[in-house]
Structure formats: C-alpha cells, structure tokens
C-alpha cells in the first residue's frame, strides 16, 4: 500500500482563498517532500521538511509536519489560477536508509477558480 | 538551462514491439530515476542509478531494462512490450540521496497498442 496518502484527492476553491492538503504515511521517515505536477508536465519540487523539522514556509507555502501523528500538511495561501495543479507527498522511509526508496503518494488534484 | 529532457515526448506501440526512451540530464547529477505514472496510483520507481554504470530495480522492474553508460544518460528499454505498460513514463535525477530534490522531464506518453 501507499506509504503517503493525501487527502483530499480534489479541491476546487476560488482565487484568493487558503488550499489545505495533507499527507498521512506509515512508519517513520527522514524527511518528506512535496511536489506539485501541471497537467502533461512534469513534477516539480517546492518544499523539503526533515524529520526533526515542524514548520516550513516558502513564499506562499506553509508546510507543516507531525512525526506523531505520520502526518503533514501544505497550505497555499491567496491562491492563485496559475496555482491549478496536482501536489504529491514523497516519504523518505527510515527503515530503508542506505536504499533508494522515496515513495510518492497519489496525489491532491487542486482547481482554482478565478 | 534544460534540466532534464525526455525523448520521445510521445509513442505507440505494438504488443511486441520493442522500444528505448532517452533520459539526459546536465546538472552533473549522480542519482538517476525512472518512474511510471498511471491514473490512481500514483507514482512507481522501476529502476534506479547511483551513478555511472550501476543500476538497481525499484518497485516494478519486471519488463523494463536500464543502462547508465554515461553519467548524463539514463535509458529505459522494453524488449517485448505489453498494453500493461502503457503508461506515462517519468524520468529523474537528483544530486544525492539523502535531503535532495528530485528533478523531473516532462514525460513520455506510451500506449502499447
């Protein structure tokens, strides 16, 4: 099974409002990272949060992680139409240090409505 | 400032057929990824490379091929393909292991006919 889930799966808000997503995972991990994917582009990276981290911020990106709960979430603030995207979770198991094994969630499709 | 390229941007197959896609990147990255995307699922690690000349399997290898011969180069080979691999198909890199973004090309769109 996944190792991060993001919930929701769909969001559709209106310009200038806060995006909520979150990321649940299973065992404990390194670090985690979010990535954002336009439709028929690639994935892109915004924001790493290690494990001994609780808050990061970047521009208008808030990430926060809860290593006790295996849970984090991303928050975009005055959303924009530009910010019509998928966000994925990667987890960075600990148990699989020394390997190769980000796991990517399934993502949060998220629509901004101008 | 290209980052990482994919080429074909776009293929169709058929059952049998074989084919290779081409991963380049020029950050002078060590790690290399390649990855499938299918709708629900999320993304899948099939191989990966650590650096020039080795190669490890991911999640789902079976079917797929790699070589890294060049450290700039990543190729991905299906011998014999199958409709199951039709997918979206994603290449990677990153600098190192631990606390290192990935950087992602656009994609090669495959449908095995």
């Known amino acids: 099974s996944q190792q991060g889930e993001e919930d929701p799966q769909a969001l559709s808000i209106q310009e200038g409002e806060n995006a909520t997503m979150n990321c649940s995972y299973k065992?404990?991990?390194?670090?985690l990272q979010w990535y954002r994917q336009n439709s028929g582009r690639g994935l892109v990276h915004l924001i790493l949060?290690?494990?001994?981290?609780r808050e990061k911020h970047s521009g208008r990106l808030r990430v926060t992680l809860d290593t006790s709960k295996k849970s984090s979430s991303l928050l975009i603030t005055a959303s924009r139409a530009a910010d019509t995207a998928s966000y994925f979770c990667a987890t960075d198991p600990e148990q699989l240090s020394g390997t190769y094994k980000y796991i990517f969630g399934t993502g949060t499709r998220l629509k901004v409505l101008a | 400032n290209a980052g990482v390229t994919q080429t074909p941007k776009f293929r169709v197959l058929k059952t049998g057929q074989s084919m290779t896609l081409l991963c380049a990147q020029d950050m002078n990255h060590e790690y290399m990824y390649w990855y499938r995307q299918d709708p629900g699922m999320g993304l899948r690690l099939i191989h990966y490379?650590?650096?020039?000349?080795?190669?490890a399997k991911g999640e789902v290898p079976d079917g797929y091929n790699v070589s890294r011969l060049k450290k700039q180069n990543f190729l991905l080979g299906l011998e014999s393909a199958a409709p199951s691999q039709t997918s979206v198909y994603f290449c990677?890199?990153?600098?190192?292991?631990?606390?290192?973004?990935?950087?992602f090309g656009d994609g090669t769109r495959l449908s095995i006919l």
């Open positions: 949060i290690r494990s001994n981290e």
């Open positions: 990677a890199s990153s600098y190192g292991r631990s606390n290192q973004p990935q950087h």
């Open positions: 065992t404990s991990i390194n670090n």
């Open positions: 490379s650590v650096g020039e000349g080795t190669t």
